[in-house]
């Protein structure tokens, strides 16, 4: 039967330690990938983006890597504060599209 | 340079009636972006405007949902009828011309509309 009400992924981590969140992709076809950060009652905020002639890109703090062979992200955030306590969301676009196309979500929390 | 916005922030909604949900885009953005999230899910595409036109709307439910962006004023969002099930956030996007795959957009802080 349907599952109802699912949960987000949580991924819990030490204050100051590095947390990698992973995401999978569907589309061969995208080519443009975006992670979002999205806190409590807010809309999402841009973090980092990749196209897919890249496998690595580095920001502040964060890191995406692309894994084109498995249709595989991830996020690395280094030294991760209370202020990274967030839902993050990657997306996907291919060419000729307008539109993103969002993962699920993957809850982050820190610990003190 | 306001982001985007939309009003109204939280919209309550009896069973029956009507929601308009309105955005106004960055200054120089012509494009917008109609999102829609569910608690604990992701956003998913509603529908993609320009100034008087509607570029795509594959993501828009067939009955009671229309979207606008008219030469001046913001877009709404309109949704008939409501029923339960469209309780959810709103999120509206804007990019500037000249972005062709729409993915230098800036979100919205949303409309959360409560059907009763």
């Known amino acids: 039967g349907e599952s109802v009400g699912l949960h987000l992924p949580t991924l819990s981590v030490q204050e100051g330690d590095n947390s990698i969140i992973n995401c999978a992709y569907s589309n061969s076809a995208s080519d443009y990938f975006i992670w979002y950060k999205q806190e409590s009652g807010k809309g999402p905020q841009f973090i980092i983006d990749?196209?897919?002639?890249?496998d690595k890109r580095q920001g502040q703090r964060v890191t995406v890597l692309l894994n084109k062979t498995v249709k595989h992200l991830s996020l690395q955030i280094a030294a991760t504060q209370p202020g990274d306590s967030a839902v993050y969301f990657c997306a996907e676009n291919r060419q000729g599209a307008q539109k993103l196309v969002f993962g699920q979500g993957t809850r982050l929390t820190i610990n003190p | 340079n306001a982001g985007v916005m939309q009003n109204p922030r939280h919209l309550v909604r009896r069973r029956g009636q009507e929601a308009r949900l309105r955005c106004s885009p960055m200054?120089?953005?012509?494009?917008v972006y109609w999102y829609r999230q569910l608690p604990e899910e992701g956003l998913k595409f509603m529908v993609y405007?320009?100034?008087?036109?509607?570029?795509?709307e594959s993501g828009m439910p067939k009955e009671r949902f229309s979207a606008e962006f008219p030469k001046e004023g913001p877009s709404i969002l309109r949704i008939q009828q409501v029923v339960r099930g469209d309780s959810a956030a709103y999120f509206c996007a804007s990019s500037p011309p000249g972005t062709p795959r729409g993915t230098e957009a800036f979100f919205g802080q949303g409309t959360r509309l409560t059907v009763v």
């Open positions: 990749i196209r897919s002639n890249m």
């Open positions: 405007l320009q100034k008087e036109n509607i570029i795509d």
């Open positions: 200054k120089g953005h012509s494009h």
